[in-house]
């Protein structure tokens, strides 16, 4: 294991086998109030939360990835068994607080090419604090993502968090084709 830097903003880098972790440590104010009264900071400590992000899959929790998803519009009813072969064979992100899992995305990609970023979420408790964008950035500066010659991803709601990174809309849609089964698990109300 090799370290990149040291404190609370320590990365590091662990090559076992095939597999690459990287992972950082982030300190995210959730008191809104703790910067506007600033001068009061002797009456009051302003809370703070710890994330850690990371790529580590022994951490995912594919039982509350899966209760997300199962939930969200782009994948209703979706089978714990799709999100498990899904996160096995693709390079996942976890946003974590202590041990529970807060967040999630995950990349499908040859590591040379092409990635497609999907099923990217943060629990809306924790929603609000900046983890979306420190998530976004994460997997834009992961090592098997540097230079790739097209990077997509699809959103129905979050155009502007990933415009800040330089994503926009397909060049040349009409070139781009698809084969789309809009209930593959069942989920549509019948």
Known sequence: MSSTASGADARQLCDIGQIVFWRESISVSI????????????????????????????????????????????SPGIPESVVARA???????????????????????DKATFAYLADVYVLEAHRGQGLSKRL????????????????????ADAHGLYAQFGFSAVAAPDRMMEIRNPDPYGAAPI
């Open 31 to 74: 008191s809104s109030r703790a910067k506007a009264h600033a001068r009061r900071r002797d009456a009051r400590i302003a809370r703070v939360k710890t994330y850690d992000i990371s790529t580590d899959p022994s951490r995912l929790q594919l039982d509350a990835i899966h209760a997300y998803l199962t939930r969200s519009y782009w």
């Open 87 to 109: 996160a096995a064979n693709s390079l996942c992100f976890g946003i974590y607080q202590g041990e529970q899992q807060v967040g999630f995305a995950r990349v499908i990609t």
């Open 136 to 155: 976004v950035e994460h997997v834009l500066a992961h090592p098997d993502l540097r230079g790739l010659r097209r990077f997509l991803l699809a959103t």
